[in-house]
C-alpha cells in the first residue's frame, strides 16, 4: 500500500486552489458547466483504461488497494484531479488576460 499517487493529486488540488480562491477562475462556481467538460474525458479514458487492464495490457502498482472494477480508486481520481486543475489553470489565465480568445465564449 502506498499513498504517493493520492498525496500527488491532493498536491495538485492544494496547488491550483488559489487559483479559484485568489483569482476568481470560478471553476467550482460552475458545476453544470465543470461536469459537461469532464464527462468526455471520463468516458473515453476510463474505459480504455478499464478495457487495457482487463485485457491485462498493464496494471497498477503501488497504490492502495481500493478498486473500483478493475481500476484502483488513485486512477479515478486522476481523471478528475487532472483536468479540474487544467481548467481552473486555464481559466486563471483567461481571467488575467480576458483579451486572449479562446473561442468558446459568444461573440
Known amino acids: 500500500m502506498s499513498w504517493i499517487y493520492p498525496v500527488v493529486l ?3 488540488v492544494l496547488a491550483t486552489l488559489p487559483l479559484e480562491l ?3 477562475a470560478r471553476v467550482y462556481a460552475r ?3 465543470l461536469v459537461a467538460a469532464l464527462v468526455p474525458v471520463w468516458v473515453v479514458f ?3 483504461d478499464a478495457l487495457a487492464v482487463h485485457a491485462g495490457h498493464w496494471h497498477y502498482r503501488h497504490l492502495l488497494g481500493i478498486r473500483v472494477g478493475d481500476l484502483p480508486v488513485e486512477e479515478l481520481a486522476f481523471f478528475v484531479v487532472v483536468p479540474v486543475c487544467a ?3 486555464l481559466e486563471a489565465v483567461r481571467r488575467r488576460r480576458p483579451q486572449w480568445r479562446i473561442d468558446d465564449e459568444q461573440r
Open 31 to 33: 458545476p453544470r458547466r
Open 22 to 24: 485568489v483569482l476568481k
Open 46 to 48: 476510463l474505459t480504455w
Open 87 to 89: 481548467l481552473l489553470t
Open 10 to 12: 491532493a498536491g495538485c
